[in-house]
C-alpha cells in the first residue's frame, strides 16, 4: 500500500483510539468470561477432575463413561422427548392464538398481555405455582373429586411415565405468549395488497393462510425454533421447581444432571463433559443462525 | 402495548369469529388460573388449603400467610422470611443492571458509528456469548470467584450478571443507534465534538426508550434467574429465587402452602409490576433479540 | 495562489483505487461544483477536502496550510449534508450553535452571531423548535445557518438539495446563488443534477470513475466539452452524437450523415483543421438547440446547413418543441418554437447551425482539438 501522505494530529489520532479502547473492557471480559472457561471446561472434560479440578489427562474416557451412565441418557431422552414437544406445541399454540388475534378482535390489548405476562416470571415461581396445580392431594385432582368428578385422575407430576409432560406443560405455560408475539409481528408484516390480490384470485381463508401467510412467516418459525430450542437445552431452574428431576429420575435432564454430577456427586471431569456435550447441542444450532443473520445485516 | 397494528384484509364468518373469541377467552383462562389459585389460596389459613378445594373462595380471608412469608417463615437454617433475601436480590441486580446497561450503550455506539476491521466478528463472539447455556462457565467461574475472594457474594455476582448480561445490551443499542444516520456523527465532528461529547450531547439524549428497554429486559432477567444465584451464592448473599426454592422445597415439618403461594408471589411481584407499567417496552424488547430486522 | 488547493490527489480502499490524481486548484471566492453520475468520487473527494476521510496519497491545502491528517474541526471549513444531520434533541438556535460552543466561544458571542444568522436566513422564529417540528425546506435553513455562523474559509455542500420537492429545489437554489453573492465565501459543492451545476457555479469539475474529466467555467463546459461524457451528461436533453465521416468539398472539410431514408446528407463544417480527418470516421456532437426550423435559426450563426428530414415524433413542451428524426440510425432531437407546425410522420426541412457543432475521435471518445 501507497505510504500514508498524512501525519495525523492528535485529535485525529485520539478519535481513532478511543473507540477501541472502550470497547475493549466489554471484549476482555467476553473473551476471557465466556471463550478462556469454554476452553477451561473443555480442558476439565479430559481431566480426571472429581471433586476439585485435576489437570491429568484421561482423554475421551470421561466422554465413554458418561454415555454408559444410565443417567446421562436418560436425560437425554428426556431432553428429546422434551424439546420435541415444547417445541411443537408451543409453535402451534403461538401460531393460533396470533392468528387468532390477527382477525380483528375486539379486546386484544387486554388479552395480548395476558397471554404473555407469563414470561415475566422466574421459572422458580411458574413451578411452584404448577407443582401445585398439578399434586393430586390438593391440586386439580382434589378439587374434581370435590366437584363430584370422584374417578378423575390427574397425577402425572406424581407418575414416573407422565412426570416430564408436566414439564413440558409448564414450560408451554411460560413460553408460548412470546412465540405469539413473534408470530403477531410476523403478521402484520405481511403486505395486505398480497392478501387481497389472493382474495380476487379466489382463495378461501383457509387457502389464505395454508399457502399465502403461513409460508411467509418462515423467518419466525426460523426464530421461533432457534430460541426454543436454546431455551429447551438450557431448561434448569423450571425442572428444579417443579418436579426437582423425579420422581427418581424421571425428569432429569441434561442441565439437572451437570449439576447433579459436578457439585453433589463431586465427578467434575464427567460433569464438565456433559456441559460440554450442551454446549456442542447449542452451536450445532445456534452458529448457522447467528452466521446467517450477521452476513444480511451488515 | 406497541406491535405495529395493520389491520388483516382477511374477514371471517360470524360462527368462526364466535370460535375465535371462545378459543382466546380459554387460553386466557389458561394463562390466568395457576397464578390466580396462588393468589387466592394465599390468603386463606392453611386448615382450609389442605381441607378444601384449591379453587374455593377463602371462607376466612388473612394476610398472615404473607406477613409469615415475609418475616418469619424458616428458610434455610434462618427463619426470617423473605424479606431479607428480598434486599439481597436488590442489592445484586441494581448494578448489574445499571452496569450492563452502561456498557451496552457504549458498545453499541462504537459498534455502529466509530466501525473499523473486525468490528463484526467482535460483534459475533459478544453475541454468541448469550446463547451459551451456563453449565459450560459453572466450574470455571466458580474456582475464579473463589480465587478472587469473590465468592458467595453480591460483587461476584453482580459481575457474572454483568458479564453475561452484556450480549444482550449491546444487540440492543447497536441495533437502535444503527438507524442514526452517520452524516450527524460527521456533522459533529465538523463542528468539533469528539467521541465522548458526540455520545453524550447528541446520541444519549435520544436513546431514552431503548435505555428503557434494556433496562426493563436485564431486570427481568437477572431478578428471574435462579442458576447462578443457587451456584455463586452463600447465604448472606442469596436472591430471591434461590431462597424460595429452599421455603418451597422443604420437607420437614409440615408444608405451608399458603405461605409458600405467598412467597412465590412477592418473589414474582417486582418483575410483574414492571412488565404491567411498561410492557410495551418488554415487548422491544423480545422482539429485538428474536426477530429479524 | 489558490485558496484551495488539491495537489495529485488519491484515494484506495484497500487495494481498490476509487480517486485518480486528482488536482483542482481553487481560488478564493469561487463557487466550484463537483457534478457526476453516483460512484464517480465527488462525495469522496468532498469528504476529504472535510478530512472526514483520510487522504492516500497527495495533499490538500486550503488558505496557505497542508491539510493532510488534520482534524475536520480544525480546518475552518463547514459543511451542508444531503439529510440536513441536525442534531434532534437540540432546538434550532442549539443547533445552529453547537459548533461555536465545542470551539469555545463564550455564550454572549454565540448568541450574536446566531441572531445575525437567523436573520440572514429568516429563521428567527424557528430557534426554539426542535428540528422534527419543522419542514424540509426549514431544515434546509437550519443547516445553512450551522454552516454560515462560522465564518469559514470554505463551505462544503454535499447534495444539499436532493431532498426537497422540485419547486422547492429551484427557491433554494436561488437563494444560495444570492447568499455566495453576499458573502464570496470559497464553496465547494457536489451534486448530481447538472443544472445546478450549471446555474450555481463559477467553475465545474465534471467527474467520472474518480477521474475529473473536465474543468472549466459552465459556458466551457457547456459549449467545449472534452469528451462524449462530459458532453452528454451536461444539458438537457442531451447533446446528440451521431457517427459521421468526414468528406472534403473542395479543400473544405464537410461531415456527412445518412439521412432516415439511408441518403448522404453533406454538412459543411465551419473549421478547416478538420481536414486533417478526411475519409475518417468521427463522432459529430450538436445540442438539440442548434437543430432548429429555418426560420428559426440563430441570426448570428455564419455556418447554418439546411436538410430535408423524417420526424419520427414531436413532443410539445409548452414554450418549446421537441422534434425527434434518425440520421445514421440514431434518434436525434431538434428543438424550436412551439408555433412551428411540424408533424410526425412528414418531411421537415431542418437548420443546423453548424457553428455550435463539435467532433469527437470515436475510439477516445475525446473532442478533436481544432484551435
Known amino acids: ?298 | 402495548m406497541a406491535i405495529a397494528s395493520n389491520e388483516t384484509a382477511v374477514s371471517n364468518s360470524r360462527f368462526i369469529q364466535v370460535l375465535i373469541y371462545l378459543t382466546l377467552l380459554l387460553f386466557a383462562l389458561f394463562y390466568l388460573l395457576p397464578f390466580g389459585i396462588m393468589v387466592l389460596n394465599s390468603v386463606k389459613p392453611l386448615a382450609e388449603i389442605t381441607g378444601g378445594n384449591m379453587m374455593s373462595l377463602p371462607v376466612v380471608f388473612t394476610l398472615e400467610p404473607w406477613a409469615k412469608a415475609w418475616s418469619t417463615a424458616q428458610i434455610g437454617v434462618e427463619a426470617n422470611g423473605l424479606s431479607p433475601y428480598f434486599w439481597n436480590s436488590i442489592k445484586m441486580v441494581v448494578p448489574a443492571v445499571t452496569i450492563s446497561t452502561i456498557l451496552g450503550a457504549v458498545n453499541g455506539y462504537v459498534l455502529t458509528k466509530w466501525r473499523f476491521r473486525g468490528d463484526t466478528l467482535i460483534f459475533g463472539l459478544m453475541l454468541f456469548a448469550c446463547f451459551i447455556p451456563f453449565q459450560i462457565v459453572l466450574i470455571p467461574m466458580a474456582r475464579i470467584l473463589g480465587l478472587s475472594g469473590l465468592a458467595g457474594s453480591t460483587p461476584g455476582l453482580v459481575l457474572v450478571h454483568v458479564v453475561y448480561g452484556l450480549g444482550f445490551t449491546t444487540l440492543y443499542f447497536k441495533n437502535y443507534y444503527q438507524v442514526f444516520p452517520t452524516e450527524l456523527i460527521r456533522a459533529a465532528q465538523i463542528d468539533g465534538a469528539g467521541f465522548f461529547r458526540i455520545f453524550w450531547r447528541i446520541l444519549l439524549p435520544s436513546s431514552g426508550p431503548i435505555i428503557v428497554v434494556s433496562i426493563i429486559w436485564q431486570f427481568t432477567n437477572i431478578w428471574n434467574d435462579f442458576l447462578f444465584g443457587a451456584s455463586f451464592a452463600d447465604f448472606d448473599s442469596q436472591p430471591m429465587t434461590v431462597a424460595l426454592n429452599n421455603l418451597v422445597q422443604s420437607s420437614t415439618g409440615v408444608k405451608e402452602y399458603n405461605v409458600h403461594f405467598a412467597g412465590a408471589i412477592i418473589a414474582a411481584l417486582p418483575t410483574l409490576l414492571v412488565y404491567i407499567v411498561a410492557g410495551r417496552y418488554f415487548v422491544r424488547g423480545l422482539m429485538a433479540g428474536s426477530v429479524k430486522g | 495562489m489558490s485558496f484551495l488547493k488539491i495537489e495529485n490527489a488519491t484515494k484506495s480502499y484497500g487495494s481498490v483505487e476509487v480517486l485518480h490524481k486528482i488536482d483542482i486548484e481553487v481560488q478564493e471566492g469561487e463557487f466550484l461544483v463537483l457534478v457526476g453520475p453516483s460512484g464517480c468520487g465527488k462525495s469522496t473527494l468532498l469528504n476529504m477536502i472535510a478530512g472526514l476521510e483520510g487522504i492516500t496519497s497527495g495533499n490538500i491545502h486550503i488558505n496557505g496550510r497542508l491539510m493532510n491528517g488534520v482534524h475536520p474541526s480544525k480546518r475552518n471549513i463547514a459543511m451542508v449534508f444531503q439529510s440536513y444531520a441536525l442534531y434532534p434533541n437540540m432546538t434550532v438556535g442549539e443547533n445552529i450553535t453547537f459548533g461555536l460552543e465545542m470551539h469555545g466561544v463564550p455564550k454572549p458571542e454565540r448568541d450574536a452571531a446566531m441572531a445575525r444568522v437567523a436573520n440572514m436566513l429568516q429563521i428567527d422564529q424557528l430557534l426554539d423548535r426542535k428540528p422534527g417540528q419543522l419542514s424540509g425546506g426549514q431544515r434546509q435553513r437550519v443547516a445553512m445557518g450551522r454552516a454560515l455562523v462560522r465564518d469559514p474559509d470554505v463551505f462544503l455542500f454535499d447534495e444539499p438539495l436532493s431532498n426537497l420537492d422540485a419547486k422547492l429545489r429551484v427557491d433554494m437554489r436561488t437563494e444560495i446563488k444570492k447568499l455566495h453573492q453576499k458573502l464570496k465565501t470559497t464553496t465547494v459543492y457536489v451534486t448530481h443534477d447538472q443544472i445546478e451545476a450549471l446555474t450555481l457555479s463559477t467553475r465545474i469539475a465534471v467527474m467520472h470513475r474518480g477521474y475529473v474529466q473536465q474543468l472549466g467555467t459552465p459556458q466551457e463546459i457547456y459549449d467545449s466539452p472534452a469528451n462524449v461524457f462530459v458532453a452528454t451528461f451536461m444539458g438537457s436533453p442531451a447533446m446528440n452524437i451521431i457517427p459521421a465521416q468526414v468528406v472534403m468539398a473542395g479543400d473544405h472539410p464537410s461531415i456527412e450523415v445518412k439521412d432516415s431514408s439511408g441518403k448522404p446528407v453533406s454538412l459543411r463544417f465551419s473549421h478547416p483543421g478538420l481536414a486533417k480527418w478526411k475519409d475518417r470516421e468521427v463522432l459529430l456532437g450538436i445540442r438539440p438547440e442548434a437543430i432548429t426550423d429555418v426560420e428559426g435559426a440563430d441570426r448570428k450563426a455564419q455556418n447554418v446547413q439546411t436538410f430535408t428530414n423524417l420526424v419520427d415524433i414531436t413532443e410539445p413542451a409548452g414554450s418549446d418543441t421537441f422534434v425527434t428524426m434518425t440520421l445514421c440510425n440514431q434518434a436525434v432531437i431538434a428543438r424550436m418554437r412551439s408555433d412551428i407546425v411540424v408533424a410526425p410522420e412528414q418531411h421537415f426541412e431542418f437548420a443546423v447551425n453548424m457553428d455550435k457543432a463539435v467532433v469527437f475521435d470515436p475510439q477516445s471518445e475525446d473532442r478533436i482539438q481544432l484551435d
Open chain 1, 1 to 298: 500500500m501507497a505510504q500514508p501522505a498524512m501525519q495525523e494530529d492528535l485529535k485525529t489520532r485520539l478519535q481513532h483510539w478511543i473507540p477501541k479502547l472502550v470497547l475493549s473492557p466489554s471484549l476482555a471480559l467476553t473473551l476471557v468470561f465466556v471463550y478462556g472457561f469454554i476452553l477451561f471446561s473443555l480442558y476439565l472434560s479430559f481431566t480426571d477432575s472429581r471433586l476439585l479440578p485435576s489437570y491429568n489427562l484421561v482423554g475421551f474416557s470421561n466422554y465413554e463413561k458418561l454415555f454408559q451412565l444410565r443417567h446421562w441418557n436418560i436425560a437425554i431422552t428426556n431432553l428429546g422427548i422434551f424439546a420435541g414437544l415444547y417445541i411443537s406445541i408451543c409453535t402451534i399454540i403461538g401460531l393460533t392464538l396470533a392468528i387468532f388475534l390477527d382477525q380483528k378482535i375486539r379486546g386484544e390489548g387486554v388479552l395480548r398481555p395476558i397471554f404473555l405476562y407469563p414470561m415475566a416470571l422466574s421459572f422458580i415461581v411458574t413451578g411452584t405455582a404448577w407443582k401445585w396445580f398439578l399434586d393430586p392431594g390438593i391440586g386439580l385432582e382434589n378439587t374434581m373429586h370435590l366437584w363430584g368428578w370422584e374417578t378423575f385422575e390427574f397425577n402425572w407430576i406424581k407418575d414416573r411415565d407422565y412426570a416430564l409432560y408436566t414439564v413440558v406443560l409448564a414450560a408451554v405455560w411460560q413460553t408460548s405468549g412470546f412465540v405469539m408475539a413473534m408470530f403477531l409481528a410476523g403478521l402484520r408484516g405481511i403486505d395486505n395488497e398480497i392478501l387481497k390480490a389472493a382474495q380476487i384470485d379466489g382463495a378461501s381463508n383457509w387457502n389464505l393462510y395454508k399457502r399465502i401467510i403461513i409460508p411467509q412467516l418462515r423467518p419466525a418459525f426460523l426464530s421461533a425454533f432457534v430460541i426454543l430450542s436454546h431455551l429447551a437445552i438450557k431448561s434448569y431452574d423450571l425442572v428444579i421447581a417443579l418436579t426437582g428431576g423425579g420422581p427418581g429420575r424421571a425428569t432429569e435432564l441434561p442441565a439437572t444432571f451437570m449439576y447433579s454430577y459436578t457439585f453433589t456427586r463431586k465427578q467434575m471431569g464427567i460433569g464438565a463433559s456433559s456441559a460440554v456435550i450442551m454446549l456442542l447441542t447449542i452451536v450445532a444450532i445456534m452458529v448457522p443462525y447467528l452466521y446467517s443473520e450477521l452476513r444480511e445485516k451488515k
